[in-house]
């Protein structure tokens, strides 16, 4: 009662924006709230995270969408299963994802089915000296669907073991928050992907002896990140080594770290 103010020290996200914000006005509570916002277990980023609480009125809108989903959860994801399950006497599960995903599914499929050939060409230009060079720009930063799509073709990881993988190694620290959809650092982030790039460069084998200038500033873009940012290793990474690691964990450690040497490479 003698606190002048709430913590939210809630770092999940939605999820945990909706759990707060019910467990305050269940309460009734009405001082003000601040807001603990960090992506990674590393000391000094939850003691930089204190150092810089945001003020909670920020997270109305992450609170309003949450509230929405949940909503929605309810109107479709119980009401829509009983409905449908009773109509038709048997168990059919409706979901607020499952069921729009299902239905992409079930037209793709259609249009396969019915597909017709139909006549086309190729247009071919001999033209002698007008050849060109292209350059491709350097892969995006992981965010969790890019990871589990790389783990499944280099490894032959499902989706759900590459998740629980990198869960594991968020709990010993060692990586950043899995469950994210941005392939992009928040712009304050500049020295410490800077600091992790330099580790991994000592750390992983095919380095050895590299000289190598991380172009950061290309994976930094704070409008890009809603929730999390994208997954990259943590500084914990100095204190461990890694044949201490069961193989998958750094299998998918290393696939992070290369990506973040990538993704800022020439």
Not at 124 to 150: C, I, N, V, Y
Request: charged content about 25%; glycine content about 6%; hydrophobic content about 40%.
């Amino acid at each position: 009662a003698d606190v002048s103010e709430v913590v939210n020290a809630c770092d999940a996200g939605r999820e945990g924006e909706l759990i707060f914000r019910f467990v305050y006005e269940v309460a009734g509570c009405k001082k003000p709230i601040r807001r603990l916002w960090i992506s990674s277990m590393e000391d000094g980023a939850i003691r930089s995270g204190f150092d810089n609480l945001k003020d909670g009125r920020e997270y109305d809108a992450l609170f309003a969408s949450a509230l929405c989903r949940a909503k929605a959860d309810w109107i479709i994801g119980i009401n829509a299963t009983r409905l449908f399950s009773c109509l038709y006497n048997c168990t059919l599960n409706v979901g607020r994802v499952q069921t729009p995903t299902l239905k992409m599914l079930a037209d793709r499929d259609a249009a396969i089915s019915t597909f017709k050939k139909e006549k086309y060409y190729h247009v071919r230009l001999a033209l002698p000296g007008a050849e060109e060079k292209k350059t491709a720009a350097p892969p995006k930063l992981f965010d969790l669907t890019s990871l589990q799509r790389e783990a499944n073709r280099i490894y032959g990881y499902t989706a759900k073991q590459t998740l629980d993988l990198a869960q594991s190694l968020y709990e010993k620290r060692l990586l950043t928050y899995p469950r994210t959809d941005s392939s992009y650092l928040t712009d304050d982030m500049g020295g410490t992907a800077a600091d992790i790039a330099a580790l991994l460069c000592g750390k992983l084998p095919f380095m050895a002896g590299v000289s190598f200038t991380p172009e950061i500033a290309r994976v930094l873009n704070s409008k890009k990140v809603s929730d999390h940012h994208a997954i990259i290793p943590t500084m914990e990474l100095a204190k461990t080594d890694l044949a201490t690691l069961p193989e998958s964990e750094k299998n998918i450690l290393t696939l992070a770290g290369a990506r973040l040497l990538f993704a800022t490479a020439e």
